[in-house]
């Protein structure tokens, strides 16, 4: 398990990078580091483990040599969360082991990411392994509020992002009626000043 082989995958800023040891037909692992670390923080440690699976340490956004988030968007640990999702996606991953790292007192929430993951997604992971970790608590009576919203959240911008096409070139007339459906509010008087701004005209329409 020495060898590895490096990976990318895209997302809309750029891309998510990860290191893979071992067969990939073998049981999945994915395997996710600490506060400022990075993939390389699992070096040593996949030599030691069991041959047969495949082991995928991603970058989190911003980390390794995975693409920043836009200059101005912070940092959120949901963003993490759904980055493992997108992870998941792309390796056509239904279910898997989870691996998480963590160590500090600097790096008291982060260390939440793949035990939130393994919340939200429990379908999706066999086992989850905390190193120098904690699990991720919360009062059960807030836990179903918490599990919907976060899962509508994270479901609903892969889905708009698997759906992302070129924008549709309309007539200035068709423009207008779509914004009039979309907004009930609007009178086409308004519409019409809006569209000035928010339209871009090309060739097409």
Known sequence: LG????????????????????????????CLHGWLDNANTFDKLIPLLPRGCYYV??????HGLSSHR????????????????????????????LMGHSMGNFSFSYCFISSQFCFLYPEMVD?????????????PED??????SKRR?????????????????????AALQRLLEANSHLTAEGGA?????????????
Not at 70 to 97: E, I, K
């Open 153 to 173: 959240v994270i479901d609903r911008l892969l889905s708009l992002e698997a759906k992302q096409q070129t924008p549709k070139a309309r007539s200035p007339k």
């Open 57 to 62: 340490a991603m970058d989190f956004s911003g």
């Open 193 to 205: 000043i809006l569209l000035q701004r928010g339209a871009t005209e090309t060739p097409a329409g």
């Open 3 to 30: 060898m590895f082989s490096e990976l990318k995958f895209p997302v809309p800023w750029g891309h998510v990078a990860a290191k893979a040891w071992g067969p990939s037909e073998g049981h999945p692992v994915l």
């Open 127 to 139: 086992k989850l392994i905390l190193l120098e970790s904690l699990g991720f608590l919360l009062a």
């Open 70 to 97: 836009p200059a101005g968007c912070p940092y959120h640990f949901l963003d993490y969360v759904t980055d493992v999702r997108r992870v998941a996606a792309a390796l056509q991953w239904r279910r898997f082991t």
């Open 143 to 148: 836990t179903e509020a918490w599990l919907k």
